[in-house]
């Protein structure tokens, strides 16, 4: 039996700063920016809008009435809780009007979360063939203005609707996971943004995709070769490239040339968003599928890390006729559709922050957001 995604789409809040103005009123080159890390635009949120909100706005593209009745399990994946004790994915459950009888339940661990959950996913169904389940990454990465981080800030969420005979990509059983107890990036309790060790964290990161591809290519007898494109994790899209470039110092110019080409594809959407956490390596397979040159039966490769440390590298297989279960004119009018921002704008919206110990009505276009603050609960607008 096959099991795998059968849906997939990202939202992103409609509110962007573009690269060169942030660079400008920073006082930096613009290539820094836009060469340096990869960044062209950097999705910013309202207040009115959380993971929550992401969520249901990602899955309500990919859901029908009928998947509704056969979701048995909604995770989220994510690193942007807005509650210590309450799964977002409850809330998200009742948004979506899935029926009751389902689990519902929170991932965390940095942004190796979405992963997590995927493959929970896929374990439910290979003993739940009948069923379906709901994954949804969904994240706001913020650093602080004028901080290091800032110009890697980023939001939005990616939702995948899991199951058997998938109809985009199905996944197969050959993951390597990597486990390391490093403080590379750690958000305390109590924090707003979290502390970073930048040097560190590259480091960490190009490393773990070295460690992870040797083992599975060590236990399967798998190469480059075997793949047509590889996704990353991508917390600015220069950092997959490192690690790419460094796995393939010793490999033929031509192989170099292929895997380097989708790459680029597989950073499309994530150039003109920045950060999703737990949705960016989600968000690249994305991009790589609407924005590359892939067939049927294609493998890929996907590298999962999560800052702390987890790390997985799996791969699958492309359906025949994933081309018409995408949503590429959806997600890219919905780019394009985005406010540019002022940097005064920017920093203002930035600052806006919620406050749930006052009670307070809020309105927002979005069709799914915070219309109400009452006793500490947000409260949402629903379709």
Not at 144 to 161: F, K, N, R
Not at 355 to 365: A, G, I, T
Request: glycine share 6%.
């Amino acid at each position: 039996m096959n099991v795998g995604i059968d849906k997939i789409s990202f939202f992103v809040p409609p509110y962007y700063v573009d690269m060169t103005d942030l660079a400008l009123a920073r006082e930096v080159d613009p290539n820094k920016f836009h060469i340096g890390i990869g960044q062209d635009k950097m999705a910013v949120n309202k207040k009115t809008q959380d993971i929550v909100t992401f969520a249901a706005n990602a899955a309500k593209n990919i859901l029908t009435d009928e998947d509704k009745k056969q979701i048995d399990m909604v995770i989220v994946g994510t690193e942007s809780s807005i509650d210590e004790s309450k799964a977002s994915a409850v809330v998200l459950h009742r948004l979506l009007n899935i029926q009751p009888f389902a689990r519902a339940f929170e991932i965390k661990e940095a942004c190796y979360a979405g992963t997590a959950a995927l493959q929970y996913a896929v374990s439910h169904i290979q003993n739940h063939p009948e069923s379906k389940v709901l994954v949804v990454a969904s994240d706001i990465a913020k650093y602080g203005l004028a901080s290091g981080g800032e110009p890697t800030q980023g939001a939005g969420a990616v939702a995948m609707l899991v199951s058997a005979e998938p109809r985009i990509l199905q996944l197969n059983d050959d993951s390597v996971a990597l486990t390391q107890d490093i403080y590379d990036f750690w958000r305390p309790v109590g924090h707003d943004y979290p502390m970073v060790d930048g040097q560190l964290s590259n480091e960490t990161y190009i490393q773990a995709f070295q460690k992870v591809w040797d083992e599975y290519r060590r236990r399967y007898k798998k190469s480059f070769a075997d793949f047509h494109a590889l996704t990353f994790h991508i917390p600015y899209t220069k950092m997959g490239k490192k690690a790419l470039l460094a796995a393939l110092e010793n490999e033929p110019s031509e192989e170099q040339e292929r895997i380097l080409e989708q790459y680029e594809a597989s950073i499309v959407y994530s150039r003109q968003i920045g950060n999703l956490y737990t949705g960016s390596l989600y968000l690249g397979l994305i991009s790589l599928l609407e924005n590359g040159q892939l067939n049927a039966g294609d493998q890929v490769g996907l590298f999962s890390y999560g800052s702390g440390t987890v790390a997985e590298f799996f791969s699958g297989t492309l359906v025949d006729g994933y081309q018409k279960e995408l949503l590429k004119d959806r997600h890219q009018k919905q780019l394009t559709e985005r406010k540019r921002l002022s940097i005064n704008d920017y920093e203002e919206m930035f600052n806006d922050s919620l406050d749930v110990n006052v009670d307070k009505e809020y309105k927002d276009s979005l069709l799914y957001s915070i219309a109400t603050i009452s006793n500490t609960v947000r409260m949402y607008k629903e379709a």
